[in-house]
């Protein structure tokens, strides 16, 4: 795979604009991303602007960044993105639930988003926050993905604490089945970075410096 088709183009920021995400489209267009990550707010405008490129997905974000909204309320975010035409979900797990060992309320809401998403045939990447976790909540996170099967694991939102690392790449490609992809995610800003977590384990590059990174590359 070519290292540019391993990039979600992202932009998430809190003031993002409609011509912010025109320009990302294009931009992902230009370069070839494997996908544009926007807010939900613009999933629309972001699939009519790829409307004529059939290999660049439109991905949002759901319960971002937090993820401690109520998982009926993700559900209906999930819905709602599929139905202005997401390809591929985000999702935040609720690390509050975490924190507090309710591991019955995790595995029902990752179960609840990823059947949310596969039942419309899309792709869902369930984000972790490994920067915030223990040993022994990634563990049981990992454990918890093997059984309800999301299409991805990603590290981070990039927002809340630290972002990817190699170790934490290498050690999640260790210990999840391998049909289970990476997405690693967070603070990626170079070709070299991006090389080493792709070397690690990691299938897809969650990043905002996509075009540094396709200029270093090119």
Partial sequence: MAPLKQIDHTLLRPDTSLNDVKRLCKEAQQFGFAAVCIPPFYVKHAVEYLSAEEDISVATAIGFPMGYSATAAKVEEIKRAID???DELDVVINLCAV???NWNFVRNDIDSMT?????HGRIIKVILETALLSEDELEELVRICTEVQ???VKTSTGFNGGGATVDVVRQLRELLPSHIEIKASGGIRSAQTMQQLIEAGATRIGTS???AIAKELQ
């Fill in 84 to 86: 202005e035409g997401a």
């Fill in 99 to 101: 924190k507090s060992g």
């Fill in 115 to 119: 059947r949310a998403a596969h039942l």
């Fill in 150 to 152: 999301p299409d991805f």
């Fill in 209 to 211: 410096s996509g075009i």
